[in-house]
C-alpha cells in the first residue's frame, strides 16, 4: 500500500509562514507528479501547487503564486509546500496528492491516484 501523511499545518498569522510536509510510505511507485490541493468549507477542492518529478518543473494556482513554493527531496521521499505571506483566504484542509501514471493537467484532482487525509491551515488575521 502507498500511504501518504501530511504534516506541519496548524494555526498561522496574516503575513506569516508555514510550511507543509508530505511524506511517502509503503511499496514502492514510479512517481510522476506530486502536488498541493486545499478544500475550504462550502468550497470544491482547489489546486494550490505541484511538481514534475523528473524535471522539477513547478506549477501553481493563481490565487498563491509568489507566494508558496513546493519542492521535493527524494532521498526522504517528501515533498513540501512553503507558505508564505499567509492570508485568510489561504484557510482550508491541505491535501497532498501523487500521480503514478503520466499527467498532462496536474491542476485537475481527478488525474491523481494516492491521497493524503488532510492537514487543516488556519490563518488569522
Known amino acids: 500500500q502507498v500511504q501518504l501523511v501530511e504534516s506541519g499545518g496548524g494555526l498561522g498569522q496574516a503575513g506569516g509562514s508555514l510550511r507543509l510536509s508530505c511524506a511517502a510510505s509503503?511499496?514502492?511507485?514510479?512517481?510522476?507528479?506530486m502536488g498541493w490541493f486545499r478544500q475550504a468549507p462550502g468550497k470544491e477542492r482547489e489546486f494550490v501547487a505541484a511538481?514534475?518529478?523528473?524535471?522539477?518543473?513547478?506549477y501553481y494556482g493563481d490565487s498563491v503564486k509568489g507566494r508558496f513554493t513546493i519542492s521535493r527531496d527524494n532521498a526522504k521521499n517528501t515533498v513540501y509546500l512553503q507558505m508564505n505571506s499567509l492570508k485568510p483566504e489561504d484557510t482550508a484542509v491541505y491535501y497532498c496528492?501523487?500521480?503514478?501514471?503520466?499527467?498532462?493537467?496536474?491542476?485537475?484532482?481527478?488525474?491523481?491516484?494516492?491521497w493524503g487525509q488532510g492537514t487543516q491551515v488556519t490563518v488569522s488575521s
Open positions: 496528492a501523487a500521480a503514478n501514471h503520466i499527467i498532462i493537467r496536474l491542476t485537475v484532482a481527478a488525474g491523481y491516484d494516492y
Open positions: 511538481i514534475r518529478w523528473s524535471s522539477g518543473n513547478t
Open positions: 509503503g511499496r514502492p511507485f514510479s512517481t510522476y507528479a
